[in-house]
């Protein structure tokens, strides 16, 4: 194991240095923003001038010999009407049509005793780690509604990597399907495929797996990322935003997000390596975008922002925090650090001062600013605290990464957020487990189907992951959505929410 004195020094010297220089970024990056949204009503209003001065002065001098000045005007007027057109033509917006998630049979379904009982006749474990699993079964707010992939259903587990792909397969595969039917987009209008899936990275890809399933066209551009965590989903929605605002306007692209746990399921007995057992669960989720103007109609959501926040370079401690590794025995799993929500907080915190000023209203920017200037700094030389910004004030919804029951709490106390906020959450990991990346498009289907998500609300995505990283995505709902017939909640919605005991004994 490393040393963690060291890492803990580094991680504090850091830490000093990003609050020395925080205040300075905030404005900066606020008075970017401020630029760039009054922009939007300066430049149409210089427009208008142009073009009046432009009527006035043909009116004086068509009875006059001054064509010279007349043919200037003309191309004055012919020049920022280009420019307009070149400006507007850079500002794609990105629309979300549709978003499918995978919801596995009833078969595959693993309740409390039925885990245990395969955790004791493997004796893969020992009774301490048997017992250690239990006890943390009981308290992790997973239902017996999680599925877990067929071969782990066998005794013993059919580990392999064609049990593995064979799972990717029908996750993927479903998802895809799915989306393409509600759409009604063909397969030969996909321009842009990203796929994560971090532990499971085979040869030929998983995107490959999809592209040769579908039969998408030969100039399809793909990517396939691996190794980046649960919070990978936003990582592969800024690769596809990226894509579709360089590529043509009619251009389609599809964000896959999907976790393995097939070939990955832990069998040691090293405990931080035990916990991704209880909370991993199988999933996946998918979303189809556009840059088609014309798409803004049907379309359920457009995205205003994405952030990103990658602490790795700041603090070995989050390097670490998730790290997969072999255990003393040499069995491959994940290792969770004690320290994973110190870690995880200091992720967060970065990522909102970054995402503050694009979304908060202007008076909570001003507050802050005020608190960290006047009082922090003046009234009592840095012995105060800063003044935390409203971010409910910003937001309708919040999908926040369903990545443990003690993750989500530590958001919602941060936070303040009433019960309901962070109800999407709870919920998803309650019904599905820790589905990695995807869990908060599992989160957009609950609200839909709870018929919660009204035009010209704000959605906040946030996602956790290895790294350590904070992503966000703020997306804004663009028509009333009725609540799905088919979605993964479309079945069950009508009994959640539920009340989640603190500790289910399991005798």
């Known amino acids: 194991m490393m040393d963690m004195e060291p890492s803990h020094a580094k991680f504090s010297d850091k830490l000093f240095d990003l609050a ?12 970017s923003d401020l630029l ?21 002065q043909l009116y004086f001098w068509t009875t006059s010999d001054h064509m010279a000045t007349i043919l200037g005007l003309l191309w004055l007027t012919c020049g920022l009407g280009c420019s307009f057109v070149y400006y507007f033509r850079l500002s794609k917006q990105i629309y979300m049509l549709e978003v499918a998630c995978y919801k596995a049979p009833q078969e595959w379904r693993v309740s409390f005793h039925h885990f245990i009982e395969h955790a004791l ?44 792909r064979q799972e990717a397969e029908i996750v993927m595969f479903g998802c ?4 393409l039917e509600k759409t009604g987009v063909a397969v030969s209008e996909i321009g842009v495929l990203v796929v994560n899936c ?10 490959s797996m999809i592209v040769n399933k579908f039969g998408f066209r030969s100039d399809i551009k793909t990517y396939n990322l691996g190794g980046m965590g649960c919070s990978a989903n936003l990582i592969s929605l800024d690769l596809a935003t990226g894509s579709l605002r360089a590529a043509s306007r009619g251009t389609y692209a599809i964000v896959l997000s999907t976790e393995n746990i097939t070939e990955n399921w832990y069998f040691g007995n090293y405990e931080p390596m035990l916990v991704s057992n209880i909370l991993f669960r199988m999933g996946c989720g998918a979303v189809l975008l556009s840059n088609k103007r014309s798409d803004r109609h049907r379309a359920k959501y457009r995205l205003l922002h994405v952030v990103r926040t990658h602490r790795a370079g700041v603090s070995d401690m989050a390097y670490h925090a998730a790290f997969q590794e072999e255990d003393p ?99 998803t990991l309650y019904r599905f487990g820790n589905t990695s990346s995807s869990s908060t498009w599992y989160q957009f289907q609950y609200l839909e189907s709870k018929g919660r998500m009204k035009k010209g609300q704000k959605i906040w995505q946030i996602c956790l992951g290895s790294g350590f990283k904070c992503n966000s995505a703020v997306w ?18 009508f009994n959640y929410p539920v009340k989640i005991p603190e500790i289910r004994s399991l005798s």
């Open 20 to 31: 020395e220089n925080l205040d300075f970024n905030y404005i900066k990056l606020g008075f």
């Open 36 to 56: 760039s949204r009054a922009s939007m009503f300066w430049l149409p209003m210089l427009a208008a001038g142009v073009l009046v001065f432009v009527i006035d």
């Open 121 to 164: 006749i493997s004796q893969k474990f020992t009774a301490k780690s048997v017992e250690f699993q239990k006890r943390i079964l009981e308290r992790a707010a997973v239902s017996e509604f999680v599925a877990v992939p067929p071969a782990l259903h066998y005794l013993p587990p059919r580990l392999s990597q064609e049990h593995s």
């Open 176 to 179: 895809i399907q799915d989306l």
């Open 198 to 207: 971090s532990v499971f990275n085979p040869v030929p890809s998983l995107s």
């Open 329 to 427: 025995t040499g069995t491959v799993g994940v290792n969770l650090s004690k320290h994973i929500m110190e870690i995880a907080a200091e992720a967060l915190k970065a990522n909102m001062r970054q995402l503050g000023p694009l979304v908060l209203p202007y008076y909570e920017q001003f507050l802050y600013l005020a608190s960290s200037f006047l009082v922090r700094k003046i009234l009592v030389k840095g012995k105060a605290k800063e003044y935390v910004p409203d971010f409910k004030r910003a937001f309708n919804h919040m999908c926040i990464h369903s990545g443990g029951k003690a993750v989500i709490r530590a958001v919602e106390k941060g936070l303040n957020l009433p019960a309901e906020t962070a109800e999407p959450s709870k919920m």
């Open 476 to 493: 804004v709902v663009n028509k009333d959505i009725a609540p799905p017939r088919d979605n993964a909640w479309s079945d069950c919605i």
